[in-house]
């Protein structure tokens, strides 16, 4: 082995700023004649793994590939604390053999894969694949993604665990600055904890990104029509500050109790946020001219969605409501939220128990501010703001809306549309600022349908 040498040399070689201890130039390279080795342009793994066990033992691990095509006919197989470093975009690694996953990291520790273009070619499954072992429970631990371009591979770019098996996975992965196109996903997991995803790109995948596991931060990254920006069914995660645009959904929260965040996002011109799960916060997101409903909770009870901005959603005229609570998401809290120009009603509590509705402001929208439809039970809606929305401020709109309490309200546009009814809902102390009262024919101890009986 030759001795380090510094990195940071002429253009086409690596660029990190750590020494090198070994170069390998492919076969058709522009930097040859700095190179320790050249590979032989085909079945190129062969030299590459040798070269990481000889490094290794000799208790050394930074290995550079400068510029040109790497070609493989089976895996890279890193070592634990390996640097395998490219030159960039000009380090491209590739195959023809179909299926194959490019580099595996088998129960591997602190492995750092930067500045590398992976090329699946639409043969390839997966470029970089990590994994442990399901009967030991052994993880991948503390390794790094970083600077790297990912196009064409048929499963993911990067994969940590099995989507067949369980127990098995990565711990304290970390993904940074990273591009991904035209992959199935751009990082898919199954089984990883702590990941940490943050100020990649991601483009015309399947799903940007696919997270299945523990307490992952995914973050600072940027989204362009995928089918699914982020699909996460992770516990205790973190979904903060993304930028999406052109998706069918730009996250989608599913599974059962999850307990994460998803906040300070921006989202433009997608169907945005839809959430099956429970137990989760929505904050902060700014959502404009989407197609469809902006924010979409449904099944998944006891979520908070709060101070979120909705700028013109439904810009397909489809008659979806800017927010929209559904299908026993119970127990849910919409608070604090500003709603402009949907299509038809700024929010709709369907077929949902127990919801808190307080301190939204809903304004300029095609049809009711507020929408109560089906079986909405036992809703608490208090101290909202409404104006200029087209139809009126809220409507009633199903005898089966049964005891829902609307209180403190400003409603600027005047009385509540009603179905009529024995729906036994309760309005009072609700105020119209445009004629300086308050809406009088809803004032307690009037019961609005005039059904009679007690409020619980």
Not at 18 to 25: G, K, P, S, V
Request: one cysteine or more; charged letters at 20%; a negative charge.
């Amino acid at each position: 082995m030759s001795n380090m040498r510094e990195r940071w040399p002429p253009q086409g070689l690596p660029r990190g700023r750590e020494l090198l201890d070994y170069i390998l130039a492919p076969s058709n390279s522009s930097s040859l004649a700095r190179a320790d080795a050249i590979l032989p342009g085909a079945a190129d793994e062969v030299l590459i793994n040798q070269v990481i066990q000889d490094l290794i033992a000799d208790g050394r691990g930074a290995l550079g590939l400068s510029s040109g095509q790497i070609n493989l006919a089976d895996m890279i197989l890193p070592e634990d604390n390996l640097i395998l470093e490219g030159a960039g975009a000009a380090t491209a690694i590739t195959t023809a053999v179909a299926d194959l996953e490019l580099i595996r990291l088998w129960e591997k520790d602190n492995t750092k894969i930067r500045d590398i273009l992976f090329d699946g070619g639409g043969v390839a499954d997966i470029a970089i694949r990590l994994d442990g072992t399901a009967v030991t429970g052994v993880r991948c631990f503390h390794n790094t993604v970083k600077g790297c371009f990912f196009r064409d591979f048929d499963v993911a770019g990067i994969f940590s665990g099995d989507p067949l098996a369980t127990g098995q996975g990565t711990l304290d992965l970390k993904i940074f600055d990273n591009y991904f196109y035209d992959c199935g996903y751009g990082y898919g997991s199954h089984e990883a904890y702590s990941s940490k995803v943050s100020l990649n790109h991601f483009e015309d995948c399947g799903s940007g990104i696919r997270m299945k596991g523990h307490e992952s931060v995914m973050s600072l990254n940027t989204f362009k029509t995928n089918t699914y920006g982020i699909e996460s069914m992770d516990y205790g995660s973190s979904i903060i500050g993304n930028a999406f645009t052109g998706h069918t959904y730009a996250i989608y929260l599913f599974g059962g109790r999850r307990q994460n965040v998803i906040g300070n996002n921006f989202i433009l011109g997608v169907t945005p946020i839809c959430v099956t799960a429970s137990g989760n916060t929505i904050t902060g997101n700014v959502i404009d001219r989407c197609s469809g409903s902006a924010i979409i909770i449904t099944g998944g009870d006891f979520n908070i969605l709060q101070s979120n901005i909705v700028r013109t959603p439904d810009t397909n005229d489809s008659g979806d409501p800017g927010i929209l609570i559904e299908a026993g998401a119970d127990f849910t809290q919409i608070k604090d939220n500003f709603v402009d120009d949907a299509f038809q009603d700024a929010l709709e509590l369907n077929d949902v128990e127990n919801c808190q509705v307080k301190g939204n402001e809903l304004v300029n929208n095609g049809r009711y501010g507020i929408l109560l439809d089906n079986a909405a039970l036992q809703n608490k809606i208090k101290n909202n703001e409404t104006a200029g929305n087209t139809t009126a401020c809220m409507r009633i709109n199903n005898v089966n809306c049964v005891r829902n309490l609307i209180t403190g309200n400003s409603f600027d546009e005047g009385n509540i549309s009603d179905v009529g009814g024995a729906h036994n809902c309760v309005a009072y102390l609700n105020y119209d600022p445009s004629a300086g009262t308050f809406i009088v024919t809803i004032n307690p101890p009037a019961v609005v349908g005039g059904g009679g009986g007690v409020f619980p």
